[in-house]
């Protein structure tokens, strides 16, 4: 009978030789090494590149927009006070201020060139106004004209001296007699009247009223020994705090035109500024014992800003102590 | 005499009675085939849940990174349009954004749509998608574009409210 039997392995059977044929079986196992082998690669590389991204997700986005913003506020603040600076050194060439930008651009660009920003600021139009300013015990005790026929009003600010010899003491009710305060006369109906005088705590007090009503008070702050206290009418501040309420919201940018007239100017001692744009775009009417220069009130500027990611353009009007609407 | 048979060990392993090629051969195919089998089903089934998983970790990222950029294109926007009176309005606001995204999420094409709310990623083959809301403020024009480098935009020449736009860079 044939010998039919599987005889145990020899080196022939397992490595080649004359019975290399029956050595085939051995393909089965690589080909499973060989798929096991590629799957744990593929695994690999996939988890890989999982971890990597929940590493940069985790990593937090940075901002693109913190520059172009932050190069935005730099030329707003810069053309603020360079209008501001200005304005205050007397009668103000729009030339001059062209210039001073001029100079504001070539600072900006050079430093916004070493962190890899390309910059551009230039003067695109300027409008012109006056700076009104003068001492309360200067004018017209009973009623003074500010400033006459006006669209729009900044940086109206009145430092009044808290000492109680100076500025009234007084209570709401007592107030429309015997307060000083700034009546803001709409022409297009309505007025608003904004007082401050000592209150009987002997804290300086600001209160508001309309049409000549009795005022409520809206903010009031102690003196704390100052010779000054601002009351910042446009900025809407008493003193170094915020006084929201303090400007009329149908005078930030109304349709006709107001009048802006100072009463009982004897109950309070201090200095008043604004500066003011009349709807004739020139010299504003007002009291002649307070001093009215020619100044400028806003500026438009153009400004770019380049880097590599990004593309930044706008036109701002610049109008320091504006209040916001 | 007749010879005595070998006992334990050496009896077994000389023994060949009722081997047969044949029979081994099968055997020997058939237990390597239904491993293999195993191997390929179960590291097939791992493989299949891990990229499914990469692919919805890289789509949520990228995702993330789109919604941020564009909510950075809309304050910008804004700021470009803040204190703009009507006297100027006929002037330009203009807002350009690039944003290096790849081109694949964990090797597979994908598309980034972006609309109103949200910013919607998704990929065909596994199919996933993700939403990310954005808070954008400025109009988004809806649009759909291919997973790569992107750009969003914003574009306002005179009057009239400008929109935020993306494409592709």
Known sequence: ?325 | MRERPESGPTRLLSDERGVSVTVGYVLTLAIGAMLLSGVVIGIGGVLDAQTDRAVRGDLSVLGQTTAANVESADRLARAAETNRSSAIDTMNASVSVGVDLPDRAAGVPYRIAVDNDTVTVRTDRPEAMMEIPHAARTNVTPSSVRGGPIRIEYERNGAGAGNLTVVER
């Open chain 1, 1 to 325: 009978m044939a010998d039919v039997s599987l005889g145990p392995p020899d080196r022939d059977r397992l490595f080649g030789g004359d019975g290399a044929r029956e050595a085939d079986r051995a393909q089965l196992l690589l080909v499973a090494g060989l798929v096991i082998a590629v799957s744990l690669v593929t695994l690999v590389v996939l988890l890989n590149a999982t971890i990597y991204s929940e590493n940069v997700a985790t990593r937090g986005i940075e901002s693109t927009d913190g520059e172009a913003l932050e190069v935005r506020a730099t030329a707003v603040g810069g053309t603020g006070e360079l209008i501001d600076a200005a304005n205050r050194a007397g009668p103000t060439d729009p030339e001059d201020i062209e210039d001073s930008i001029g100079d504001l651009d070539a600072e900006l660009s050079r430093s916004y060139a070493e962190r890899g920003g390309v910059t551009h600021l230039n003067l695109s139009s300027v409008g012109n106004g006056s700076r009104v300013s003068g001492e309360l015990g200067a004018v017209d005790p009973n009623a003074s004209l500010l400033a006459g026929n006006v669209t729009r009003t900044r940086g109206f600010v009145i430092d009044v001296d808290p000492d109680p010899g100076s500025l009234n003491q007084t209570d709401p009710a007592g107030a429309v007699d015997d307060a000083f305060h700034v009546d803001l006369n709409d022409s297009t109906g309505g007025s608003r009247q904004v007082y401050v005088y000592n209150g009987t705590d002997g804290n300086v007090t600001v209160a508001v009223g309309e049409n000549g009503s009795a005022p409520t008070a809206l903010c009031e702050t102690p003196p704390a020994g100052r010779s000054r206290v601002a009351v910042d009418l446009t900025g809407e501040r008493l003193g170094d705090r915020p006084c929201p309420g303090l400007w009329p919201r149908s005078l930030v940018a109304p349709d006709g035109t107001y009048n802006i007239t100072l009463v009982n100017a004897d109950a309070a001692g201090g200095e008043v500024t604004a500066t003011v744009r009349p709807v004739s775009g020139g010299a504003v009417t007002s009291n002649p014992d307070l001093t009215a220069t020619a100044a400028v009130y806003e500026a438009t500027i153009e400004l770019r800003y380049r880097t590599a990611d990004l593309r930044f353009e706008t036109t701002v009007r610049v109008a320091p102590g504006e209040p916001d609407a």
